[in-house]
């Protein structure tokens, strides 16, 4: 069994604090056929070569024949804070993006390994306009990011063949998933600087060196899977900041004791005095047969 407890270490935003947008997704529909140009270069000169570099069996890792077609993103809500002291403009979108692709992948370009034909992601972008200046072009900077880790959803062909690659036989479709979804998941963000006279290094999004400790404990009167010895071999699955911990698993007990601590650094918009204890929570458990 698995014993999956979900931590959100974000501050949740209320839906009431986002407002209906709809001239927004006519600019992104707008602006696709260019944003799906730069998606393009950016697989292939930023991830192409962070996958190679990961194994010697991805050395000759490509992305090949891209199309991200003519469906654009939905940009359903919005939300613009502003923060005068940090001289800063705070964008949430609210965006769904459900559309037909076309994304091979192989070990050269001759012969495709695996196919992606439909992307289905939903979550918050969040785009800040950062620092504001009193002179022209009056942003500095423009930073881009998932506050949060987006739903992310990949409908593959001949996945099997490339998981046979030796060195990603342990990789499943979801551990692919979430590598993917956490890209850009803070505090990983992409910055643009639009003038020479700004600092990025200086922005005080960037001030956070933080850290959440969590401590698992122990569980108590869980539920028996296995049908012979009437126990179960439970852990724990703590997801948060954009990363994913397991304990260790205990076999054969339906009181585990863990006590494993797991840090989970930087996290986003959490602003606490050093070593602040947060307490302790008695959480529920979502139980999920293995797959």
Not at 31 to 54: C, D, E, G, N, T
Not at 114 to 133: C, D
Request: glycine share 4%; with cysteine; aromatic share 10%.
């Amino acid at each position: 069994m698995i014993t999956n407890i979900h931590l959100s270490l974000n501050v949740q935003v209320a839906d009431k604090e986002f407002e209906k947008v709809q001239c927004l997704s006519v600019i992104m529909e707008h602006m696709w056929p260019y944003l799906s140009k730069y998606l393009v270069k950016f697989l292939k000169q930023k991830i192409q070569p962070k996958l190679r570099s990961k194994s010697r069996y991805l050395s000759n890792f490509c992305f090949f024949d891209i199309d991200f077609g003519k469906k654009a993103p939905q940009v359903t809500h919005m939300r613009v804070q502003s923060d005068p002291e940090k001289k800063q403009i705070i964008m949430d979108l609210q965006i769904k993006y459900n559309a037909p692709v076309k994304l091979d992948v192989g070990l050269s370009e001759r012969a495709a390994l695996a196919r992606v034909n439909n992307v289905k992601l939903e979550g918050t972008f969040r785009i800040i306009f950062a620092p504001l200046m009193g002179n022209k072009p009056l942003i500095g900077a423009l930073t881009f990011y998932f506050p949060q880790r987006p739903a992310l959803q990949l409908d593959w062909t001949g996945l099997t063949r490339l998981l046979d690659i030796p060195g990603l036989h342990s990789l499943t479709n979801r551990k692919i998933v979430e590598k993917i979804a956490t890209f850009l998941v803070s505090p990983k963000h992409i910055t643009k600087r639009i003038t020479s006279k700004c600092d990025v290094t200086e922005l005080h999004f960037k001030e956070r060196k933080n850290a959440v400790r969590i401590h698992v404990l122990e569980a108590r009167n869980l539920v028996a899977k296995d049908f012979y010895t009437k126990k179960s071999d439970p852990f724990v699955v703590v997801r948060g900041g954009g990363k994913t911990f397991k304990t260790r698993v205990i076999s054969k007990t339906l009181n585990p004791e863990w006590k494993q601590t797991f840090e989970v650094p930087n996290p986003p918009e959490i602003y606490l005095p050093t070593n602040t204890d947060l307490g302790s929570v008695l959480l529920s458990l979502n139980v999920f047969p293995l797959h």
